[in-house]
């Protein structure tokens, strides 16, 4: 049994301009440990994904079908009760604007000790302790005088571990971090990942990483799938991926991204602009700005195919292939 | 393309488009009841940009890139320091209104910076209009066409309004405005940090292909260390309010030798896992000091490993380390 185990996932918003599907049938599972990365653009249905696990998706969005799995225990369509054990328990998020997540009147100690006395049997007097020690774990220094202080008298940086704090505070399985480095300078983005990877390991924890940035995923996941248009299009190991991307969007991708290591040469970019998700193609979303399309590209959508181990992409172009070399 | 360092600036009126010698800009912040405090967001910065070149300028945020770009074009005044533009001293009214008829600036966020109530031609030839270029309204439509052409955009967009766009398009709008006075220098500030991976590529292409259609002259402000590498000639990285280190792109990522170049290119994750597993990552100690409380001496000092006492002491000046190569630290020498 896998620790987290999603399937056919479906999230939509009900807009008064039509109902946009956010996420359509996302499948994945995590297990105890590992490391997962969910790549894509605005608008590509990760943040989606995550707040429909977590189920704190606001009007108008309703998950509308799938299947979320916790050790084996249906999050989806259960009480309230069962979702609130589990929420901030067994299941943390952290977000990527830690200044709007923080709330500006109450200390950080306050902040941390609601945390632990909601979710946690610890006495008040208790809580003041383990929050500083929440504090120390994440590497604040001066943990005493930190918890004494409000969010906007600490950095990016420095917020952003008060988050992690807080979101391990009660000892969770799963930590699904949603661009948790996007709004920080490199330096800062080095040691936040530098200390998840250590926590990770110290803890035992699983981590769902959301980001737009590849080389984050590139250093940090075992596993990454890439959406698009509110679908898994590609999922493999990095090396799957970074090495062997079987899908034009995926291609496209590492193609349009400037690196340090190459040498100069012009950037291919992709063409078009990102897909409006209230006109939905009806075949691939990603077909009107793939220069490879075919005419079934644009009429019907790929289903995911294995390409090899645990390595699946959604692309017609692969079939293609296939056939062709069944025929020879 | 041409590197040239500091000394060779000083030769005159010679060569560069753009000259700036000890650049200062100081904002003053309130602290309470008749108290201000002061803010260095630019402390002594010296360069040069030649024609048709681009000019990285890397740092984090609070480093005072944007400042430069800002106070270059006297949209701040600066609080100290030469601008030479074209060979003229740039401080009276009229040095910097003909200034900005051959400069102009293309900003970070495409939506705060283009007006919601104006139409994408009126938004586009409105550097047309202050400066009386327009000419006649078939002449200023004629006008806003060919600048739409230059950012691929199809005409029927001149009569729409910026909500109907999306990030990319409306970056090609800014673009086209700041390309309408026929400019020969173009601030770009962070112009692609806020657009989607997959629009990057298409707009760095698109500044690359105007610089050599038109002969444009860039400084290129960004905090994506892989983008300035990608477009720029030579760069400049900053770490509050000063220039600690200028190269070229090559040399500078080969050949890193200021500390915080090193630090910094070692913190950018490489899109290659087997790469991004091996190396080591140098990954700072602590945070930015803030810029009101600057550390004095060396102000990366407080997260430099290096750091020695001569390094609290006095302020480290740019010195020569290689072929149009200069960094600005005491253990170098």
Redesign the interface.
């Known amino acids: 049994m896998s620790l987290l185990e999603v399937r056919g996932l479906s999230t939509s918003f009900f807009t008064p301009a039509g109902e946009i599907r956010a996420v359509s049938g996302v499948s994945f599972s995590l297990e105890e440990g590992e490391t997962i990365g969910v790549v894509g ?2 608008g590509s249905g990760k943040s989606v994904t995550a707040y429909s696990i977590m189920q704190i998706l606001t009007h108008p969005g309703r998950i509308t079908g799938g299947s979320v799995k916790y050790r084996g225990e249906e999050l989806v369509g259960c009480p309230e009760k069962t979702i609130a054990s589990i929420r901030g328990n067994k299941i943390s998020m952290i977000f990527q604007d830690s200044m709007t997540s923080l709330n500006p009147v109450y200390t950080v100690g306050n902040q941390l000790e609601e945390a632990i006395l909601l979710h946690t049997d610890r006495e008040k007097s208790q809580a003041r302790a383990r929050a500083v020690e929440m504090l120390r774990l994440v590497g604040i220094n001066e943990p005493d005088k930190r918890v004494r202080q409000y969010p906007h008298e600490l ?1 990016g ?2 917020r952003q571990r008060v988050m992690i704090a807080m979101a391990l505070a009660c000892e969770p399985d799963i930590l699904i971090a949603d661009e948790p480095t996007t709004a920080l ?7 936040i ?2 200390l998840m990877k250590e926590l990770q390991q110290r803890l035992g924890l699983a981590i769902i990483l959301i980001t ?5 995923v ?2 940090m996941c075992d596993k990454i799938v890439v959406m698009y248009a509110g679908r898994i299009i590609e999922r493999g190991s ?2 799957d991926i ?1 090495y062997e991307p079987r899908h034009e969007y995926t291609k ?3 193609r ?6 190459n040498e ?1 040469e ?6 078009g ?2 897909v409006d998700m209230l006109m939905l193609p009806s075949g691939c979303a990603f077909s009107p700005r793939c220069d490879q399309a075919m005419k079934i590209c644009l009429s019907e959508l790929p289903e995911e195919m294995s390409m090899g181990d645990n390595h699946n992409a959604a692309c017609w172009l692969n079939v293609r292939d296939m056939a062709g070399k069944a025929a020879v | 393309m041409a590197e040239r360092s500091i000394e060779s600036m000083a030769e005159g009126a010679g060569g560069g488009l753009l000259r700036v010698e000890e650049l200062k800009k100081e904002f003053h912040i309130s602290a309470g009841f008749l108290k201000s405090r002061v803010l260095r967001a630019v402390d002594g910065v010296s360069f040069r940009i030649d024609a048709g070149e681009t000019v990285g300028l890397v740092g984090e945020s609070g480093c005072g890139k944007t400042t430069v770009g800002r106070v270059l074009l006297h949209l701040y005044p600066p609080t100290g320091g030469r601008i030479v533009f074209d060979g003229k001293e740039i401080g009276t009214k009229d040095s910097i209104r003909d200034m900005r008829r051959k400069a102009s600036i293309v900003f970070q966020d495409p939506y705060s910076s283009l007006n919601p109530r104006m139409t994408v031609e009126d938004i586009i030839a409105e550097p047309l209009d202050v400066f009386g270029l327009a000419g006649t309204k078939q002449g200023r439509a004629a006008r806003v066409r060919e600048l739409l052409d230059a950012v691929e955009l199809p005409h029927e967009h001149a009569g729409r309004y910026i909500h109907e766009f999306s990030g990319g398009q409306r970056q090609r709008i800014g673009i086209a405005r700041a390309l309408a006075v026929n400019p020969r220098f173009i601030v770009c500030d962070e112009p692609v940090s806020a657009l989607d991976v997959s629009i990057q590529a298409q707009i760095i292409n698109m500044f690359e292909d105007l610089q050599a259609e038109f002969g444009l002259t860039y400084l290129f402000i960004a905090h994506d260390l892989s983008v300035v590498k990608h477009i720029s000639n030579r760069i400049m990285v900053m770490y509050l309010g000063k220039v600690v280190e200028t190269a070229s792109a090559g040399e500078l990522y080969s050949s890193p030798a200021h500390p915080y170049t090193k630090s910094l290119l070692s913190a950018v994750p490489i899109v290659d896992p087997r790469l991004e597993r091996a190396r080591t990552r140098i990954v700072l100690e602590g945070d930015v000091p803030s810029p009101i409380d600057l550390p004095g001496g060396c102000n990366f000092r407080t997260r430099c490993r290096y750091a020695t006492q001569r390094c609290g002491e006095e302020s480290p000046a740019l010195v020569p380390v290689g072929e149009g190569h200069e960094a600005a630290c005491w253990n170098i020498s």
């Open positions: 653009e605005s950095s940086g420095m300078d490199v330096t800062i983005q080095a040691q990942l530098e737009h940035d590849l080389g984050v590139a250093g990095a090396e970074f496209g991708l590492l349009s991204i400037p690196s340090i290591e100069k012009r950037l291919i970019p992709i063409t602009a990102p």
